[in-house]
């Protein structure tokens, strides 16, 4: 099977294109495709002609979304728009990475994939529109959610925060907001077992158990036996421009259901990454 993966050297992408994808071709596009002009993703489909799609690809500048509204929507919404209407005309299977952001975080108890999306912000709305581009458009999809992706590409929270503990003895973390961060190894496993088993529809797809930043700091730090001072702060304090919601765990239901693979704990997720993933750190920058 030929397999389309855009935004292929993201985090998710990049973890996706290093897996062993047995019997089939993967065909890996950045802004290479951009996805907002229509002709090129004519031209890529054209020739790679391909059987699924694993869209990965977004603005993923949440504050920068509130700034930019209009390129949030072009990329986000339309961009997954100019893929899905070549992908039904290719009869190809469509998976689109969705977030936590579609939701509100009122609910105080982890989100099934029954609760009604609320977004709170542009990004989270240019995502959920997208969510209903694939179910106006599709027949057979698999929409899959996720939260807090870290990886050992691209920018995320571990990285960021470890080199800034290396500048800094002190770091203030968001202590108010609770959510799943999720290991793109493991989060790129489920993709693969999903798009294998053909059971199409809505998926929560992160790693288990709950923390806020603040504690998931705490426990990277813990696990690295590095010295910093980290200072619990409420999100405000950050003055950001979008507002995330203040509780956006997901319940991996169909997951469980459907027998496709089962998320282990955040906490062994990030011990297995910071062990087998991360750089070695200098440890002399600390002292
Ligand atoms: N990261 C998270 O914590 C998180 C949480 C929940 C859901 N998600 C969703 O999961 C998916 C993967 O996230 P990720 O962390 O892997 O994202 P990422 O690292 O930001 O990768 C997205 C990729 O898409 C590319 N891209 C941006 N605009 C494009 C365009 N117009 N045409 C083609 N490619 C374009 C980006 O290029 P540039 O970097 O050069 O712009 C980047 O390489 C996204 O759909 C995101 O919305 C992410």
Known sequence: MNILITG??????????????PGNTLYGYDLDMDITDRGAVQKTFEKVKPQAVIHCAAYTDVDGCEKHPKMCYAVNTRGTYNLVREAKAYHADFLLISTDYVF???KNAPYTEQDPPHPLSVYGDSKYQAEQVLEDYLDHYYLVRTTGIYSRFGKNFVDTIIKAAQKNSQLDIVNDQVCTPTYSLDLARCVHAL?????????HATNA?????????????E?????VQLNPIASHRL????????????????????????MRSWKEALGDFLLHDYPPLNHGQNQ
């Open 223 to 227: 696990l690295l036996d590095f010295a």
């Open 104 to 106: 509100d975080g009122k």
């Open 195 to 203: 798009m294998d088993s053909q059971k199409y529809g809505v998926y």
């Open 239 to 262: 003055g950001r421009q979008a507002q995330r919601p203040a509780y956006s765990v997901l319940e991996n239901r169909n997951l469980e259901k459907n027998n496709i693979c089962h």
């Open 8 to 21: 292929s050297r993201g985090q998710l992408g990049s973890q996706l294109m290093a897996m062993k994808w």
């Open 209 to 221: 158990g709950q923390c806020t930043w603040y504690d998931f700091a705490c426990r990277i730090f």
